[in-house]
Nanobody, 121 residues
Framework: VQLQASGGGLVQAGGSLRPSCAVSGGTFSSYGMGWFRQAPGKERDFVAAISWSGDSTYYTDSVKGRFTISRDNAKNTAYLQMNSLKPEDTAVYYC???????????????WGQGTQVTVSS
């Protein structure tokens, strides 16, 4: 299974971005998907996750109400809509796949390469 993340970029505070994660080589609809982020010198932290059906979503507290995770099983792609971005959201964002999505990164079997998100003040 291969994951390809894209859609990061540079945006001003208050702006929006929508990274996507294209999955190939497996049955996308059998995996839960997660997004994690890693700022320089920090741990890779959980951001959001979605069940295989899309019926259940989970968010870390700092992004609730600003970020929305979604998926399109027909396109084998997951998305992270990020609104009202803040400088502290600056990080490399990684997508990952797991049979059951959780907040724990060790539960994820497959990882994308990451996409840089930079929010200027």
């Amino acid at each position: 299974v291969q994951l390809q993340a894209s859609g990061g970029g540079l945006v001003q505070a208050g702006g929006s971005l929508r990274p996507s994660c294209a999955v190939s080589g497996g049955t996308f609809s059998s995996y839960g998907m997660g997004w994690f982020r890693q700022a320089p010198g920090k741990e890779r932290d959980f951001v959001a996750a979605i069940s295989w059906s899309g019926d259940s979503t989970y968010y870390t507290d700092s992004v609730k109400g600003r970020f929305t995770i979604s998926r399109d099983n027909a396109k084998n792609t997951a998305y992270l809509q990020m609104n009202s971005l803040k400088p502290e959201d600056t990080a490399v964002y990684y997508c990952a796949a797991a049979p059951i999505p959780t907040k724990e990164k060790h539960n994820y079997d497959y990882w994308g390469q990451g996409t840089q998100v930079t929010v200027s003040s």
